[in-house]
């Protein structure tokens, strides 16, 4: 948390955190760097509850980058700030102003014609609106169902990086199974066999694969919160979402 306070205008190397890419868009050097970085990380729950608004898919991805770009251009992250709340509630606050304005959505649909923030890729998030359904739901719970994958998957993919980083790229490929809620572990004596270690080499293997893993989600949503007491809330409010409605592991 509050690692946005350590950002120096000028760094090599852009901070990968929700507050400490929405203090960057205030610098001009920096601001359309950060807001990429923003829209690569956050753009999957926007698009889905523009989907979930009715708008074909080739119009939600506009959206969505139109709707980066409007935080930028009408000032709306120079009054974000991280002493207020949850990054989670100022995006859905955001993103609720904006599809509510439909003057916006033809202006925006205009402006961001040729800008592209990032490449969005829905295949995935595609997959899970049809795994979902129709099943009836508020703005706010469609959109924290998608936050929830979200989050787990940025979790899922910085964790799969220290395993890359420390040369355990076929211990993650052999072993990411075992974080999926909705499958059983292997047998141990089978992820030894793939791992070429002992039975139990691979139980202690799995369980430092979850323990990392809960750290790097503890991580992943402190960066979105702005205190301890906040951080536990949100993590609470992450388990109950997810267990109205299962988020596969990939």
Not at 43 to 72: C, K, M, N
Not at 186 to 203: F, I, M, V
Request: with cysteine; aromatic share 8%.
């Amino acid at each position: 948390m509050r690692q946005q306070e350590g950002h120096a205008q000028g760094s090599s190397r852009f901070p990968e955190t929700s507050w400490a890419l929405v203090l960057a868009t205030r610098a001009d050097a920096n601001a359309g760097d950060a807001l990429n970085a923003l829209c690569r990380r956050y753009w999957p729950p926007v698009y889905t509850s523009i989907r979930r608004q009715g708008f074909a898919p080739a119009d939600a991805e506009d959206l969505t980058q139109a709707f980066f770009l409007h935080l930028l251009e009408h000032g709306t992250l120079t009054r974000a700030d991280p002493e207020l709340g949850r990054f989670r509630s100022f995006l859905l606050g955001a993103l609720r102003w904006f599809l509510a304005n439909a003057r916006e959505h033809e202006n925006a649909l205009k402006r961001s014609g040729t800008r592209k923030f990032v490449t969005i890729d829905a295949a995935d998030v595609e997959s899970a609106l049809h795994d979902d359904g129709a099943v009836a739901a508020s703005f706010e719970m469609q959109f924290d169902r998608a936050w929830a994958r979200t989050v787990v998957g940025n979790a899922l993919t910085a964790l799969r990086d220290q395993y890359a980083g420390n040369g355990q790229a076929n211990a993650w490929d052999i072993l990411q199974c075992c974080l999926d809620p909705g499958a059983e572990t292997p047998p141990y004596a089978l992820l030894a066999t793939r791992l070429g270690s002992g039975e139990g080499a691979a139980k202690v293997a799995v369980h430092r694969l979850r323990k990392r893993f809960r750290e790097a989600l503890r991580e992943e949503v402190g960066n979105t919160v702005g205190t301890a007491r906040e951080l536990e809330d949100e993590l609470r409010h992450l388990r109950n979402v997810l267990a109205a409605q299962p988020v596969p592991s990939a």
